[in-house]
C-alpha cells in the first residue's frame, strides 16, 4: 500500500503492488509536472514501454481536473504483480461530479480525453469518495 501523503488522495482503495502518489496544485504547470513524474515512476519500476502512454492519458485527465476543478489533484500509480499484470493510474479531484465521455465536433479543440483513456487503456472508470472522485484506468504490461 502506498505511503501517506501531506493529504489524503481522495478515493484511494486498498490495492497490492508497490505504489507511488503525487499531489499538484491545480495549476497549468500540474500537467507537465504529472507527464514528468509518471515517466520517471515507470522507468525507475523498469516500465517504460508504458511511459509515454501513461503520461498521454494522465495529462489528459489532468487537464480535465484543470478546467472544472479547484483544488489539489492526486495522481497515484500502482505497480502490478503477477503475470497477467496491469498498471493501475488514478487522477483525482475534489469536484464530485463524474467526467462524461462525449463525441466532439471535428472543429472543436476540447472533448476527446476521455475518448482517448476509453480506447487507449483496458479498462477505465471512475469512483466517487467524500470529497470528490478518482478517475482511473488500467494498461496492460507487455510480457
Not at 500500500?1 to 500540474?30: K, N, Q, R, Y
Not at 498521454?56 to 502490478?80: D, F, K, W
Not at 463524474?98 to 472543429?107: I, V
Request: proline fraction near 8%; include cysteine; glycine fraction near 12%.
Amino acid at each position: 500500500m502506498c505511503g501517506s501523503l501531506a493529504w489524503e488522495v481522495i478515493g484511494v482503495i486498498d490495492t497490492e503492488g508497490d505504489c507511488a502518489e503525487w499531489s499538484f496544485p491545480a495549476e497549468p504547470g500540474a500537467v507537465r509536472g504529472a507527464r514528468a513524474v509518471v515517466r520517471g515512476q515507470l522507468s525507475g519500476w523498469g516500465l517504460d514501454s508504458l511511459g509515454d502512454l501513461a503520461a498521454l492519458l494522465v495529462s489528459e485527465l489532468v487537464t480535465n481536473s484543470l478546467r472544472h476543478a479547484t483544488g489539489p489533484i492526486g495522481v497515484r500509480l500502482v505497480r502490478p504483480v503477477g503475470i497477467a499484470a496491469t498498471l493501475l493510474v488514478e487522477v483525482s479531484d475534489p469536484l464530485p461530479d463524474p467526467p462524461r465521455e462525449r463525441a466532439a465536433s471535428p472543429d472543436e479543440e476540447c472533448g476527446r480525453g476521455l475518448q482517448l483513456v476509453a480506447h487507449s487503456s483496458s479498462r477505465w472508470g471512475t469512483r466517487p469518495a467524500d470529497a470528490g472522485k478518482t478517475v482511473w484506468f488500467e494498461l496492460s504490461v507487455p510480457g
